[in-house]
């Protein structure tokens, strides 16, 4: 069966500070991988998606990046936080080879707060 | 622009009763879904809608989905302190991999 692995679940990071959010995916290949964050009390927003090695799209333009490194890797980044990165970000998956029921699968959660 | 909009943003209801969450959206989408987030939790699927008229039930929640209206109703019966929850609808945008979500519907079952 496939498993979403997400971590750190909780940061705590100063302003001005880097940051690197893993996602990982096991048990299936070249899935189509997302970022998304929620703000507190709030809907969830699309950051980043990829499609495949290598290829990312950028939804909104922000302090923010993404990677894929490798195939069930996803990896959000930015060289220096902004109080408004705080947030919820959830890390997703999905695949086109499932059956008519393809959905979003999420991981954990990790809870950023910048300070 | 896209947007998909959920009403009521917030729901307090008494146990036992029953209410309606609705979703509408604005663009050609092949899939409707809904999804349940706990507190602090990560979000968890509750449908897929596939089709025009499709409706979905499981326990005491009942989904359905009006394409041409671009309407999603998630039905609650008889509710529980249990279903307490925010509740997501999403939309994946016809020929991208884009799933853009609802506002979300923050319910709160009263004992």
């Known amino acids: 069966s496939q498993t979403i692995h997400q971590w750190p679940a909780t940061l705590v990071q100063p302003v001005g500070s880097p940051l690197s959010l893993e996602c990982t995916v096991e048990?299936?290949?070249?899935?189509?991988l997302y970022w998304y964050r929620q703000a507190a009390g709030r809907g969830l927003q699309l950051l980043f998606y990829?499609?495949?090695?290598?290829?990312i799209s950028s939804e909104v333009p922000q302090n923010l990046s993404a990677s894929r490194p490798q195939d069930r890797q996803f990896i959000l980044s930015s060289k220096k936080l902004l109080l408004s990165d705080s947030g919820f970000y959830l890390c997703?998956?999905?695949?086109?080879?499932?059956?008519?029921?393809?959905?979003?699968?999420f991981g954990s959660g990790t809870q950023l707060s910048v300070l | 622009e896209l947007k998909v909009e959920q009403n009521p943003l917030f729901l307090s209801m008494q146990e036992g009763k029953n209410y309606t969450i609705y979703c509408n959206y604005s663009?050609?989408?092949?899939?409707l879904y809904w999804y349940r987030q706990d507190p602090g939790k990560s979000l968890e699927s509750l449908f897929v809608?596939?089709?025009?008229?499709a409706v979905k039930q499981e326990g005491r929640l009942m989904a359905s989905l009006d394409t041409k209206a671009r309407l999603s109703t998630l039905h609650i019966t008889a509710a529980v302190h249990d279903l307490s929850a925010t509740y997501f609808c999403?939309?994946?945008?016809?020929?991208?991999?884009?799933?853009?979500f609802g506002t979300g519907t923050r319910l709160k079952v009263l004992a």
């Open positions: 997703a998956w999905s695949h086109l080879a499932l059956p008519r029921e393809e959905k979003l699968f």
């Open positions: 048990g299936t290949s070249n899935p189509n």
């Open positions: 990829s499609v495949g090695i290598g290829q």
């Open positions: 663009t050609t989408s092949d899939r």
């Open positions: 809608l596939l089709s025009n008229g």
């Open positions: 999403a939309v994946d945008i016809s020929g991208t991999y884009k799933y853009i």
